[in-house]
């Protein structure tokens, strides 16, 4: 029965889709989880405009909210899999030249341009995220700088659409932090 519930999410998703929105809301459950090939981002109470990249949301919105309400939330890619992401569905990196739990960033300067430090004041997550596995370092420059598991965390200037993963393996340092 809850196949057939799925299929039809999707069928109805999909249709959706065609007119460029989808409904965000309701289905019965309470709970919605976007089902698609396509990510969806927030234009207003209840709807999401579909900005056509390679990645779907996987976290669960609770009814009445919209997937902007959460700074961090994770999301899938065929490529690299379930992956974190900021409140609008830019990629969250790492770079392994950092030292997990150090405290210290070591992307500064002209390098903090191009990966900009990420930082919520408030962070709000989805149930599939925790709050203790989140930490806020101080940087070089006084600023401050989300980290995931002792990991800091960056966006990626080049990635100008939710769901891109450009930045993904340059380097062979730079990573979009992926969860399970």
């Known amino acids: 029965m809850k196949t057939w519930i799925a299929v039809l999410a999707v069928v109805i998703i999909a249709a959706l889709a065609v007119g460029g929105y989808y409904i965000s809301r309701g289905m019965g459950s ?39 309400q959460y700074t961090v939330m994770i999301m899938h890619n065929s490529t690299i899999g379930n992956y ?19 405290g210290t960033s070591a992307c500064n300067g002209s390098c903090a341009g191009i990966w ?16 203790s596995s989140f930490n806020t370092i101080i940087r070089s420059d006084g600023t401050k700088q989300l980290t995931y598991y002792g ?4 966006l990626y200037a080049p990635d100008t659409a939710p769901g891109s993963i450009k930045g993904e393996g340059i380097g062979k340092v730079w990573y979009a932090y992926q969860v399970p």
């Open 30 to 68: 309470g709970n919605t989880t976007v089902y698609s090939s396509t990510v969806y981002t927030s234009v207003g109470p209840g709807t999401s405009q579909n900005t056509t990249a390679s990645s779907t949301y996987l976290t669960t919105i609770p009814s009445g909210q919209n997937s902007t």
């Open 84 to 102: 974190l992401t900021n409140g609008a569905g830019f990629t969250l990196y790492f770079f392994r030249t950092d030292i997990q739990n150090s």
């Open 116 to 131: 900009p430090p990420f930082y919520a004041s408030t962070l709000t997550l989805p149930p599939a995220l925790s709050a």
């Open 151 to 154: 990991w800091p965390l960056y």
